[in-house]
């Protein structure tokens, strides 16, 4: 089924697209014939949504086991890509500070990328803690060649690389710690998380963002750059920030905002309540592939 999926201009596509396809869990997510694509449970079964920007608008593909998920597989890719947001708002409040002026000019209408599951992408956020993007990646992967649920043959097309959906919490509590090529400490936190999810102790629901907040951050090993990729990403907060991220850092130096994560936050203050889009600006001064449309 095809829909154009509308949005309040102005769109920057570059690290919207490039953010997501840089990140892609292998055979859940692919950039394949112009287009993000990537897997969905819906509640009549698995499903593809493939996004490619338009003229017009975005150009939807959702190839769905049952039709009545329509709406509401259309409805996860507007979150995927932040199009409900206000960009008019949202640059002119950040375009009052002065080094973040010409980011914003440069490229108005940069947009969060979301999750379309905040399971998902806290367990996500587990294995890309300390790590780069590509070991995250690797990580991924592997739990989702295990644990994840295979997709009914022919659904993703031909040439597609997708393969699965990502694995459910209830189904990585069976992982096994040794099968985790990583740290002991951040094995724990991925397994105490997953737990927490499968029995319902941790809800992330983007309808409480506190509530949500607050249960992720009392596990043990979910620092704050943890909780607040959370809050960005999945649960849609649009005043999430990252001080503590490496490329923040990074950022603010090149830029010359404050170094020390305390004084970083206080000049912060002014890009509320947008900080997460202040976010994606400021990683847009790094050169880095979540920042360039794909090839």
Avoid at 62 to 70: H, I, N, S, V
Avoid at 71 to 87: F, G, Q, T, V, Y
Avoid at 201 to 216: H, K
Avoid at 258 to 270: I, N, T
């Amino acid at each position: 089924m095809h829909r154009t999926l509308g949005f309040t201009a102005p769109l920057c596509p570059d690290n919207l697209f490039g953010h997501l396809v840089a990140t892609a869990v292998p055979g859940v997510e692919e950039w394949h014939d112009g287009a993000y694509r990537r897997t969905l449970a819906l509640p009549g079964g698995p499903g593809v949504v493939s996004l490619r920007p338009g003229d017009a608008g975005i150009d939807a593909t959702l190839t769905l086991t049952d039709d009545a998920d329509l709406d509401a597989a259309e409805w996860l890719a507007r979150r995927l890509l932040d199009l409900d947001a206000d960009p008019v708002i949202v640059d002119d409040t950040l375009r009052a500070d002065p080094v973040l002026a010409p980011l914003v000019d440069a490229a108005p209408g940069r947009r969060v990328p979301g999750a379309p599951d905040p399971e998902e992408f806290a367990v996500r956020a587990v294995l890309g803690q300390q790590v780069s993007t590509a070991a995250a990646r690797t990580h991924a992967g592997r739990l989702v060649r295990g644990y994840g649920t295979p997709l009914p043959d022919g659904l993703a097309g031909p040439g597609s690389t997708l393969t699965h959906l990502f694995p459910s919490s209830p189904a990585l509590t069976a992982v096994d710690p040794d099968e985790l090529a990583m740290p002991r400490t951040r094995r724990r936190t991925l397994l105490t998380l997953v737990a927490a999810l499968a029995d319902g102790e941790v809800v992330l629901d983007p309808a409480d963002v506190p509530g949500s907040r607050a249960a992720l951050g009392a596990l043990p090993g979910i620092g704050p750059w943890t909780v607040d990729s959370v809050a960005m990403r999945a649960l849609g907060d649009p005043d999430a920030f990252l001080p503590t991220d490496l490329g923040i850092r990074v950022a603010a130096e090149r830029l010359g905002l404050p170094g020390k994560d305390r004084d970083l936050v206080a000049r912060a203050e002014a890009w509320r309540p947008y900080r997460a889009y202040a976010t994606q600006y400021l990683w847009a001064a790094l050169d880095h592939a979540v920042n360039v449309m794909p090839g």
